[in-house]
């Protein structure tokens, strides 16, 4: 089966830096996304995790260890449009080709 | 540009209707994906298609049925078995690699479907 883990909400201040956490427990799995999602809109890509350690893209980073199922996403010197919902999502590639979402985690920046 | 369009962005049907999302993308992309999202929830795969004339159901597909005659195309119809339809539904698409390539799934504005 598939389970993916994330909190549900969290809340940080403009400026600060912020860790968002993801556990999975899946099959046949290959890799990890984040992704970011603004209310009302489509998911947007941010980063994909193949091999274990941190790749850092501007001010986002994510974080993979497959030993431990465990991932993070570190958004620094966060901005208000930076409110949104991050979804964290595994990626099976063994023929299947599917991604399986975590519920997202909905991420509310304040002045 | 090249994109996924999805129409209409608010689609209103009465109960016991059938009605059909459309998802058309021009990436010329092998695999394409129909998700349901709910408030508060996660992402679901309904249905998904990785070639022309071959779909697979996802985890969510009863009460839902979908068609691929072309590449570019990928309509998926709520019918009136779907007990609870009212959802925000997402169309994707990705190009097929190997098991560890960056294949990331492009999605489209979405469409807010509401039964009353």
């Known amino acids: 089966g598939q389970n993916i883990d994330q909190p549900t909400e969290m809340t940080a201040t403009e400026g600060a830096i912020v860790q968002i956490n993801c556990t999975y427990q899946t099959s046949g799995f290959n890799g990890l996304f984040w992704y970011q999602q603004h209310a009302g809109e489509a998911p947007t890509f941010l980063s994909y995790?193949?091999?274990?350690g941190l790749e850092e893209k501007g001010r986002f980073s994510s974080f993979l260890s497959r030993s431990k199922g465990y991932s993070y996403l570190l958004l620094k010197e966060l901005q208000m449009k930076d409110s949104a919902s991050y979804l964290c999502?595994?990626?099976?590639?063994?023929?299947?080709?599917?991604?399986?979402f975590g519920k997202g985690t909905k991420l509310s920046v304040i002045p | 540009d090249g994109g996924i369009t999805q129409s209409p962005k608010y689609l209103f049907r009465k109960e016991g209707q059938n009605v059909t999302l459309s998802c058309e993308q021009n990436l010329n992309h092998d695999a394409m994906y129909w998700y349901r999202q709910d408030p508060g929830q996660g992402l679901r795969l309904i249905y998904y298609s990785q070639i022309v004339n071959d779909f697979q159901k996802g985890d969510i597909a009863e009460g839902y049925s979908v068609s691929r005659e072309k590449k570019e195309s990928f309509p998926l119809t709520v019918t009136s078995a779907q007990k609870n339809p009212t959802a925000f539904y997402l169309c994707a698409s990705s190009i097929l690699r190997s098991q560890t390539g960056d294949n990331e799934q492009f999605f489209g504005p979405g469409t807010r479907l509401t039964v009353l």
């Open positions: 995790n193949v091999l274990d």
């Open positions: 999502a595994a990626y099976s590639g063994a023929g299947s080709y599917q991604l399986t």
